[in-house]
T-cell receptor
Framework: DADVTQTPRNRITKTGKRIMLECSQT?????MYWYRQDPGLGLRLIYY???????NKGEISDGYSVSRQAQAKFSLSLESAIPNQTALYFC??????????????FGPGTRLTVL | LAKTTQPISMDSYEGQEVNITCSHN???????ITWYQQFPSQGPRFIIQ???TKVTNEVASLFIPADRKSSTLSLPRVSLSDTAVYYC?????????????FGTGTQLKVEL
């Protein structure tokens, strides 16, 4: 979905390096999420934010940190990258649930390789 | 967290109806059931969502029995372009994001 963009799309780095993945959205949504996808494990939630002043840990937050710079921007950082953080990372956004519907809109993903 | 279980893969032919079942035995009262579709090198895309009974939209139907311990995504008359991974997601709508749990996905392959 072009309304949710991620940069970079691909990144190769070395163990111990600091890496930042950025997500921007033009959908005007308050809620933003970071997921990690590994083969055979589906998508796992790393962090989520329901508004600019709200940050919450997800299922697998160890080794990651996030920053919600503005409603439209949500960054994921790996302070000291390690090889088992090699994965496909997705950012997603959603609006406040209305009429019982909760749809997340995903970005195109960032493929990160840690050597 | 509500754990979900789906078949790893399914094969079908064009024009057939495909039913993918997701098991979620410990679904909570506030949890909704959502299905997403994912093509290679793309982010998942919302297909359908429901709480109980049956929901139908322009692309799929979702069947949820009374006990809500499972759900079935039904894709009518599939085509080659329906080849993708389908994820069952169980989570709260107004609750915390840590209650959003994706299954491992079902790889659907549609052939001629």
């Amino acid at each position: 979905d072009a309304d949710v963009t991620q940069t970079p799309r691909n990144r190769i780095t070395k163990t111990g390096k600091r890496i930042m993945l950025e997500c921007s959205q033009t959908k005007g949504h308050d809620r933003m999420y970071w997921y990690r996808q590994d083969p055979g494990l589906g998508l796992r939630l790393i962090y989520y934010s329901f508004d600019v002043k709200d940050i919450n840990k997800g299922e697998i937050s160890d080794g990651y940190s996030v920053s919600r710079q503005a409603q439209a921007k949500f960054s994921l950082s790996l302070e000291s990258a390690i090889p088992n953080q090699t994965a496909l990372y997705f950012c997603a956004t959603s609006d406040f649930p209305g009429q019982g519907k909760h749809e997340q809109f995903f970005g195109p993903g960032t493929r990160l390789t840690v050597l | 967290l509500a754990k979900t279980t789906q078949p790893i893969s399914m094969d079908s032919y064009e024009g057939q109806e495909v039913n993918i079942t997701c098991s979620h035995n410990n679904i909570a009262t506030n949890d909704y059931i959502t299905w997403y579709q994912q093509f290679p090198s793309q982010g998942p895309r919302f297909i359908i969502q429901g709480y109980k009974t049956k929901v139908t939209n322009e692309v799929a139907s979702l069947f949820i029995p009374a006990d809500r311990k499972s759900s079935t995504l039904s894709l009518p008359r599939v085509s080659l372009s329906d080849t993708a991974v389908y994820y069952c997601l169980v989570g709260g709508i107004t609750g915390g994001g840590n209650k959003l749990t994706f299954g491992t996905g079902t790889q659907l392959k549609v052939e001629l």
